[in-house]
């Protein structure tokens, strides 16, 4: 599946995706009649686009650099399809007549991958609701008409390629079998050859073989293709590995061997294993001999009985206020303190290892086996690490409720003591012998520091440590373009890690569509309006997304995201 190149097109995407069905349809428009204006040989800001589409220019947080015409065709098309996507209407409603793929390749006598080209080349396609109920691609009448005009000699040479004779086609497959049994050449350059020998186009050429091996796939004209998988490829591949195809169907897919499909996607694998954020404690217990197996070797258990009677601060905040969150806190258990320890030696453990033993993964030749390990334990450390925060709601909700009585929403509070739980316990240092909620108070209390601009209840030792900590913040301050940059860096993570209601979340709460002197912050009710949700689900949609960045933002990057 194509993706929208300029990210900057793809966020505005994705936030008009959650803007009323009305103006949605006229941004739609918009954009087609944008389409039609686009020169493809010319550049374009993207404050230019956006206006044209939403009647705003967008002020910041955005890339100044100009978009190649063709490439903006290229996103617009992608955009329009997608967005239509969402707003289709039914066939029946229309004041022209809408084509079908099938009956638009009868109309011109092509294929219908001929108008799948076409569509690259900028006829514009639509979502609309047929008879059948089904949501299809369909063609405005008058759209169609368009680019007949302004591509007359394509349509004319797609017409003319339909008509040739089944002689005429094999004698281009006889020809190009026999060039490919006697060279090397790529599949494009005995294309070429044939091409010019019959005096046919490129594209005809290309297409009648493409044609001849999908109906023959026993007797193939070329070979497999030769060399190394471009990374353009290799990502897609990867990309539909994770959605779930099959190795069978990814081989037919790219014309390439089961061993080349292994290959390639334990390569893609290693890549995001290496690149990874891996941060341990650590502990001189992992360096022991036999250490692996002492912590590791034991099954894990975490099984106490529930209490009958929870926390007192619940009586406190009242569950009319937080339904859905409590209903979370009633199903975890509270964890003892050798349970804590446990799981905190297994989590640093498990991390250590990885980060100790991924060198060994080599690109040229990767281990299956080894990958395997590896992703295992940051699989168990994810798991641990879940429980461990799911194990401490309590507490941010305990404190949320003393720090109410300034007017200060809760909602909010227990959003910002949920990412200061998270930094905890990447924090922890649990051969120090202190419980975990000590250190998780203190991270939730300097958070809460910040959002009501006076002094939380702190013993001097802790606020001495807070002291510490700001001023060592300040001394490290990095300069304005620097800590621009880490947001636009920042940024980028977000849109590959998190899913669109995720990212829209995380976007908007911490302010990352602006810029670092003038951050523009939404509230979780001002956001849950927008998405329609209420403010008890948007926050457990930011936990689950501020929980997912954890695992691959340094602890400076998810500091600058929090802070």
Request: hydrophobic letters at 40%; aromatic letters at 8%; proline letters at 3%.
């Amino acid at each position: 599946m194509r993706k929208i190149g300029n990210h900057n097109l793809a966020q505005l995407l994705m936030q008009l995706r959650f803007t009323p069905e009305q103006k949605r349809r006229n941004e739609l428009a918009a954009a087609e009649k944008l389409y039609a204006l686009i020169d493809r040989k010319k550049r374009y800001p993207f404050d230019f686009v956006c206006f044209h589409i939403t009647g705003y220019n967008p002020k910041d947080g955005y890339d100044k650099e100009l978009i190649e015409g063709q490439a903006l065709l290229d996103d617009l098309e992608l955009f329009i399809a997608r967005l239509s996507g969402k707003l289709a209407e039914p066939v029946a409603e229309q004041t022209e007549r809408v084509y079908t793929i099938e009956e638009l390749a009868r109309k011109f006598d092509v294929s219908t991958k001929t108008v799948g080209r076409w569509r690259r080349r900028g006829l514009l396609a639509r979502k609309f609701v047929f008879p059948d109920g089904a949501h299809r691609f369909g063609f405005l009448e008058s759209t169609v008409e368009k680019f007949a005009r302004d591509h007359a000699d394509l349509v004319a040479k797609a017409s003319s390629f339909r008509r040739r004779t089944s002689q005429e086609r094999q004698q281009v497959v006889r020809l190009a079998r026999g060039l490919a049994s006697k060279t090397t050449e790529s599949r494009y350059q005995i294309i070429e050859q044939v091409s010019r020998k019959l005096g046919l186009a490129h594209e005809t050429v290309r297409y009648t073989l493409l044609e001849y091996e999908a109906r023959h796939r026993d007797r193939p004209v070329f070979r497999r293709p030769i060399g190394r998988m471009k990374p353009t490829e290799a990502a897609e591949l990867y990309r539909l590995h994770k959605q779930g195809l099959s190795i069978k169907q990814l081989m037919a897919r790219f014309d390439r061997s089961r061993a080349t499909i292994y290959r390639v996607v334990n390569q893609r694998r290693a890549m995001a294993l290496l690149a990874k954020k891996i941060e341990h404690v650590p502990s001189d217990e992992f360096l022991e001999e036999g250490a692996r197996e002492h912590i590791l070797g034991r099954p894990l258990r975490v099984n106490r009985p529930e209490p009958e009677r929870r926390i007192e601060p619940f009586d406190l905040v009242g569950e009319s206020l937080l339904p859905e969150y409590l209903q979370v806190l009633k199903t975890t258990a509270v964890l003892s303190r050798d349970e804590e320890i446990e799981l905190f030696r297994r989590y640093n453990m498990l991390k250590y290892l990885v980060a100790h033993d991924r060198h060994r993964i080599k690109l040229s030749n990767v281990s299956a086996t080894l990958l395997a390990e590896l992703e295992g334990f940051l699989d168990q450390a994810e798991d641990i690490r879940r429980m461990l925060v799911e194990a401490n709601l309590r507490l941010v909700v305990s404190i949320a409720s003393k720090h109410t009585s300034d007017g200060t929403n809760f909602s909010d509070l227990v959003s910002k003591g949920n990412f200061a739980l998270i930094q905890a316990v990447e924090e922890f240092d649990y051969t120090k012998g202190f419980r975990f909620s000590r250190r998780a108070s203190l991270n939730i209390a300097k958070e809460y520091a910040k959002v009501s601009g006076r002094s939380t209840e702190l013993t001097r030792k802790r606020a001495e440590s807070v002291a510490t900590m700001q001023r060592g913040l300040r001394e490290n301050a990095a300069d304005v373009l620097a800590i621009e940059r880490a947001r636009q860096s920042l940024a980028e993570v977000i849109r590959e890690e998190l899913d669109p209601r995720e990212q829209h979340v995380i976007l908007h709460h911490f302010g990352l569509l602006g810029s670092s002197v003038r951050k523009k912050t939404k509230t979780l009710k001002q956001i849950g309006d927008e998405l329609e949700l209420t403010k008890e689900r948007i926050r457990q949609i930011e936990l689950s997304a501020l929980q997912k960045l954890r695992q691959c933002l340094s602890k400076e990057q998810f500091e600058l995201l929090t802070g």
